[in-house]
């Protein structure tokens, strides 16, 4: 069982960042793909970006590409979304997904999940 623990959410002003963590269990096995989605009240969740592992590939959603960066520690097994240039569009609830298995942008296609962490943007 992956365990997934996310951390860094809160509240920022409009053009600042924040960096989200998220820590997960030791992997043995290779490729693997973690990535964040994110979820607004009344929306669907939708993909923010994911990065795999051997080999390292990452894949962004339009709305984010410039201004979020996904990178990964190995000897934390944890991954990290850099956020900058947050605008009044990206608060959500972001969660962190992982899965055995190549690159993918599909929601449903993610086995494990994290609890969330809440990120506000005031204006």
């Known amino acids: 069982q992956v365990q997934l623990v996310e951390s860094g959410g809160g509240l920022v002003q409009a053009g600042d960042s924040l960096r989200l963590s998220c820590a997960t269990s030791?992997?043995?096995?290779?490729?693997?793909?973690m990535a964040w989605f994110r979820q607004a009240p009344g929306k669907e969740r939708e993909f923010v970006a994911a990065i795999t592992w051997r080999p390292d590939i990452t894949d962004y959603a339009d709305s984010v590409k410039g201004r979020f960066t996904i990178s990964r520690v190995n000897a934390q097994n944890s991954v990290h979304l850099q956020m900058n240039k947050l605008k009044p569009e990206d608060p959500a609830v972001y969660y962190c997904?992982?899965?055995?298995?190549?690159?993918?942008?599909?929601?449903?296609?993610?086995?494990?999940w994290g609890q969330g962490t809440q990120i506000t943007v005031s204006s």
């Open positions: 030791a992997r043995t096995f290779a490729p693997y793909t």
């Open positions: 997904a992982d899965r055995y298995g190549s690159m993918t942008n599909s929601l449903t296609s993610y086995t494990y």
